[in-house]
């Protein structure tokens, strides 16, 4: 039999639930089923398992080429050194955001490398990556766009019943609604074709949200429509794009989750998250479009408030490596 393919996982910041909740996910992991190589800070680690209240073991190896996977143990690529002395869970942290970034970065350039088939990510801080000197990268999708020397990414939302890709995500909502351009729709447009056609999704439908209330009522609430989104869906279609709009916000949501659409290319930030979450929240997952490899998230943040309380819910984590392991292989539905 063929060995499951490698994904690496980031541990995400050591003062989040982002190790508790890795740990929780891998009591119910078959680890003839699913090779994962950790990528953090094992005494984070060792903290997250002890939230946990889990019986998980590690071993720390050098690099992934190095993993002798018939070892009855999670491997770890260690990128933490030692506990900060002043380390607090739930706190932001410089020395945090830092550890949660290199990791990132060591997952990434071994995928980019081929020596992993897919990467899953758990949750960083912003505030701490930020505190940490990484000034321009706002999050993972920024990380993983300058690693990979890219210039169009794109997040994509998916749970069960609902798939959708956003124009632009870390931007103010003023800057959100000046980014809907006819140029930057149809870069989206075509990045999602590819992308899903790749990832075993032939022919994907896509339908096109509104900006405005009502889809801008002719012009009267709004001219996006018309300027810029109109023409952006027309040239797609004669690029070969299946896509349709765009519809108004309030009701392409529930079309999509209907069959009657693929997926749904939402134009700003909690346009797209709030249908996902409402929908699913627990089992929703991130993906991200653009980049040479598979990489899949957690749809959730550090949760500073409750880390270190062994209270986190690990089925996102769950979701996002099954999705990993989907979407490597091909077979998006």
Sequence with gaps: MNAPPVIGVTLGDPAGIGPEVLVKALESID?????????????????????????????????????????????????????????RMGEVSAACGDIAVRAVEAAARDALAGRTAAMMTCPINKEAIHAAGYVDDIGHQEILARLAGVDWTATMLMTPGLKVVHLSTHKSLIEAARYVTRANVLSKLRLTHQTLTRWGLAAPRIAVAALNPHGGEGGLLGREEIDELEPA????????????????????????????????????????????????????????????FVRTSVD????????????????????????????AAGKLS
């Design 233 to 292: 869906v027309a040239d797609a279609r004669n690029a070969g794009v299946n896509v349709t709009g765009p519809i108004p916000a309030d009701s392409i949501f529930n079309r999509a989750i209907a069959g009657e659409f693929d997926v749904v290319l939402a134009l700003f930030h909690d346009q797209g998250h709030i249908a996902i979450k409402v929908h699913d929240f627990h089992h929703s997952v991130t993906a991200t479009l653009g980049i040479p």
């Design 300 to 327: 959730h943040g550090t949760a500073f408030d409750i880390a270190g309380q062994g209270i986190a819910d690990p089925t996102g984590v769950r979701a996002a490596l099954d999705a990993a392991a989907t979407l």
């Design 31 to 87: 680890r003839g089923a699913m090779r994962l190589a950790l990528y953090g800070a094992g005494w984070g680690l060792e903290r997250g398992a002890e939230a946990a209240r889990a019986a998980v073991s590690f071993r720390r190896w050098p690099e992934v080429a190095a993993i002798d996977w018939s070892v009855p143990e999670w491997p770890l690529i260690d990128v933490g050194g030692d506990a900060p002395a002043d380390f």
